[in-house]
């Protein structure tokens, strides 16, 4: 426990004590390692030459090209959640699958994964679906339970589907492209939605009462009118999401120019749909200023903090707590994730990949972990964080807008089912990591033994000549020193061609 000394133990609690206590995550992450790197100084811990490389550390998160994609994908994403297109896309494709039983809830879950990929906001998500949807779920007899549940596991869909920020940040600690990561959590999204959509059936089979079908006069007649509604609110959301991912799938384009391309198509979708304004521009702004500058804040005080961290040899004691688990990279990963479980009853999933992932990487790759797969795992996990009663987020954006008839402990209760399938989407990635590193590019395979490495030799007809290194000849003047024949050459000059000599 104290092999490297007693000072990273005590940060490392330090550092739990001022969360607990209610303090603003930055500005606690920088006192605590401001304190115990001063303190350090005077116990001898920590060398005070480390504390010259904080103005930099600083000047490389403002100047990171990788972080200005969240404000394009942060705006983006605010300004078709503004737009109306939740709406639209949740009304038709409720009536769209209306007539069967459990309808409404496989288009809140289809929905969701829609929203998730063109917003990228967990309280959007839930907002949106739970204003439009629950009041109708209730309405026709679905189970309190089951339509809360459905509707705030559906919007923190959003935090693995790409163009995701928390995949972007994950992608920033842990030194790999986002591309990679977007690629990476393909697998899993698709194997989460399809959980999803499979637990709504078995429903609808064994206990079809709770998720009964809408009545004709509540879904209306299917037409080509009600097709082409919501072909109209699917089809420029789909475009736009394969247009931003693809152009970083090929290599067209980095996220950041990916995300300035979001920006754009979702101000086209808007126009298209006749609701872009000043206004809408304007709240836009605002939103992805605050969660812009929450992160950059956060990563700052966290780069504080692990500088002395890792001053004073925290991350070898975290690697070596964490390399004695028993079972290897199965028995790490398992530990990690029930770890994090925990934590994210209390932290935010930003401040969970800002001060977690960078003790957690040295032992990663210790034990020979693709780190690709590993944040995806995470993503995975920390979107538990929006669902664990009680302090899950998706929980009280949901109790905000739900009715006073729907109880605060059905919420909780309905959340229960969603995370337990959310786990075993984690426990799937574990044991099978092909889902996540099956969609990576391996590039071709190259045999080590056959590489071959050749030297050409010197002058023009290769051997050991020496190549001629002096100037150029004029025209009609014979050539000048360094021709590379030996005895030519100007006076003072040496003839690189030449033998070296030793004077005595």
């Known amino acids: ?7 990273p133990p005590l940060m490392f609690l330090g550092m739990v004590i001022f969360m607990l206590y209610g303090f603003p995550v930055a500005f606690s992450l920088a006192a605590v390692g401001l304190f115990f790197g001063i303190l350090g100084v005077f116990t001898g811990h920590f060398e005070q030459v480390f504390l010259q490389a904080l103005p930099y550390r600083i ?32 009304e038709g494709t409720g009536k769209l699958f209306g007539a069967i039983p459990g309808g409404l809830a496989y288009a809140v879950i289809i929905v969701g994964a829609i929203l998730g990929a063109i917003t990228g906001t967990v309280a959007a998500s839930v907002i949106t679906m739970g204003v439009i949807s629950l009041p109708i779920m209730l309405k026709y007899g679905y189970n309190p339970r089951l339509a809360t549940g459905v509707i705030a596991a559906s919007g923190t869909i959003t935090q693995v589907i790409p163009p995701s920020l928390v995949l972007i940040v994950l992608a920033d600690q842990l030194g790999r492209s986002v591309g990679d990561m977007y690629l990476g959590a393909i697998g899993p999204s698709i194997l989460q939605v399809t959980i999803f959509l499979l637990f709504i059936l078995a429903l609808s089979i064994f206990r079809p009462k709770d998720v009964p079908a809408l009545p004709p006069e509540a879904r209306g007649q299917m037409n080509l009118s009600l097709v082409m509604r919501v072909l109209w609110g699917m089809i420029p959301s789909v475009v736009l999401i394969f247009l931003v991912l693809g152009t970083i799938f090929m290599g067209l384009a980095t996220p950041t120019e990916a995300g300035a391309l979001g920006v754009v198509g979702a101000m086209a979708i808007a126009a298209l749909h006749g609701r872009l304004t000043w206004d809408l521009t304007r709240q836009g702004m605002h939103t992805t200023m605050q969660i812009t500058s929450m992160v950059v804040f956060i990563l700052v005080g966290a780069t504080c903090f692990s500088l ?24 790490f990963l398992i530990f990690v994730n029930i770890f994090i479980f925990f934590l994210a009853f209390f932290l935010d999933f930003f401040e969970i990949a800002f001060i977690v992932i960078p003790m957690l990487v040295p032992v990663a790759n210790a034990l020979g972990i693709d780190l690709i797969w590993f944040g995806v795992l995470i993503c995975i996990n ?7 009663p009680p302090f899950g ?19 909780y209760l309905g959340a229960i089912p969603w995370l337990g399938m959310q786990l075993i989407l984690v426990a799937i990635v574990i044991f099978w990591p092909e889902s996540v590193t099956y969609w990576l590019d391996k590039g071709p395979a190259v045999d080590p033994d056959s590489i071959k490495i050749e030297i050409p030799g010197f002058g023009n007809g290769g051997g050991n000549q020496m190549p001629n290194f002096g100037p ?31 004077n005595p």
């Open 1 to 7: 426990m104290f092999a490297f000394g007693v000072m």
């Open 59 to 90: 000047f490389g998160i403002v100047s990171n090209d990788l972080l200005l994609a969240i404000p394009f994908f942060t705006f983006m994403g605010a300004i078709l959640e503004r737009c109306g297109l939740a709406e639209d896309l949740l």
């Open 308 to 331: 002395v961290f890792q001053g004073m040899n925290g991350g070898l004691w975290i690697e070596h707590l964490l390399s004695h688990v028993p079972g290897g990279a199965v028995g």
């Open 382 to 388: 920390m979107q538990t964080s929006f669902m664990h």
């Open 393 to 411: 987020f998706a929980l009280f954006y949901l109790r905000s807008i739900a009715p006073r008839s729907v109880k605060t402990k059905d919420i």
């Open 472 to 502: 150029p000849s004029m025209d009609g003047a014979p050539a000048q020193s360094g021709s590379g024949l030996p005895g030519q050459g100007l006076q003072g000059m040496p003839s690189f061609g030449d033998p070296p000599k030793i």
